[in-house]
């Protein structure tokens, strides 16, 4: 039985991968792509969370 030998991109499967986020600064001459390092990466996801969720909890809400 021959097996698939060629793994997933490493950020999918690599639980220490860290999400580098990137800014866009854009002006009219040219775009510039910008990394940015974010030593709250967990913070910003568990922020984001609480706000999906209280959007979605107001749109299920009767008015």
Do not use: C, H, W
């Amino acid at each position: 039985m021959e097996t698939d030998t060629q793994s997933p991109s490493s950020k999918f499967t690599n639980p220490s991968y860290q999400r580098r986020p990137q800014v866009i600064i854009s002006d009219s001459e040219s775009i510039e792509t910008t990394d940015v390092e974010s030593e709250s990466s967990n913070d910003d996801n568990v922020m984001l969370s609480n706000v999906l969720k209280r959007k979605a909890y107001g749109k299920g809400r009767p008015m």
